[in-house]
């Protein structure tokens, strides 16, 4: 199982970015897929889950309104538009599938919110 995250970088407060995560090595169509985010000093919490299909949504209250998550079963991706942000959005961002019971994690992708 790989997951690897990319998009993210240094954007204004308001800015904008969308983060993306590369899966394989497991039928990521059958997965719900989960965003998480790490501020310094803080635990890890979710940001926004898609279920396998994509055909559900959620999304943790802080970002929603704000945040987009979508999946593309063919491209084996899911991404995370991120829109008018806020330097309390500032974190390491992972991605995650949780497959047969055990939770796996990408690298991780910085977004810092800062003008």
């Known amino acids: 199982v790989q997951l690897v995250e990319s998009g993210g970088g240094l954007v204004q407060p308001g800015g904008s970015l969308k983060l993306s995560c590369a899966a394989s090595?497991?039928?990521?169509?059958?997965?719900?897929m989960t965003w998480y985010r790490q501020a310094p000093g803080k635990e890890r919490e979710w940001v926004a889950f898609?279920?396998?299909?994509?055909?559900?949504?959620y999304y943790e209250a802080s970002v929603k309104g704000r945040f987009t998550i979508s999946r593309d079963n063919a491209k084996n991706t899911v991404y995370l538009q991120m829109n008018s942000l806020k330097p309390e959005d500032t974190a390491v961002y992972y991605c995650?599938?949780?497959?047969?019971?055990?939770?796996?994690w990408g690298q991780g992708t910085q977004v810092t919110v800062s003008s």
């Open positions: 995650n599938a949780r497959i047969g019971g055990a939770p796996y």
């Open positions: 090595g497991f039928t990521f169509s059958s997965i719900t």
């Open positions: 898609i279920t396998n299909a994509g055909g559900s949504t």
